[in-house]
């Protein structure tokens, strides 16, 4: 079982940044291939931003590109997720998760295929 915590939401400016963390409890945490994801009220979970075990890939939806770049931390066990540029459309409650596999593909995008989520962390961006 993998416990992950979400940190580092708030209430920021439209053009500002934030950096979110997310902090796994397990020692195995370099086999999962992290991902991000976030979900508005009244919309399903959209997703984000996943990266390889090794960190070396990494796999973006369109509409962050640009803007948000995932980096891990194996030896902190710490997945992160840099946005810039945030907006008011980026208003959102932030998920971590793991999927337990080595690689991304483009599976990598489905929540169904993560094994475990953190509770989440609400990002606010104010016009």
């Known amino acids: 079982q993998v416990q992950l915590v979400e940190s580092g939401g708030g209430l920021v400016q439209a053009g500002g940044s934030l950096r979110l963390s997310c902090a796994a409890s397990?020692?195995?945490?370099?086999?999962?291939?992290m991902g991000w994801f976030r979900q508005a009220p009244g919309k399903e979970r959209e997703f984000l931003a996943a990266?390889?075990?090794?960190?070396?890939?990494?796999y973006y939806a369109d509409h962050v590109k640009g803007r948000f770049t995932i980096s891990r931390d194996n030896a902190e066990n710490t997945v992160y997720l840099q946005m810039n540029s945030l907006k008011p459309e980026d208003t959102a409650i932030y998920y971590c998760?793991?999927?337990?596999?080595?690689?991304?593909?483009?599976?990598?995008?489905?929540?169904?295929?993560?094994?475990?989520w953190g509770q989440g962390t609400q990002v606010t961006v104010s016009s």
């Open positions: 990266i390889s075990g090794s960190g070396a890939g990494t």
């Open positions: 397990d020692g195995t945490f370099r086999r999962y291939v």
């Open positions: 998760a793991a999927r337990g596999v080595y690689y991304i593909s483009s599976a990598s995008y489905q929540p169904s295929e993560y094994d475990y």
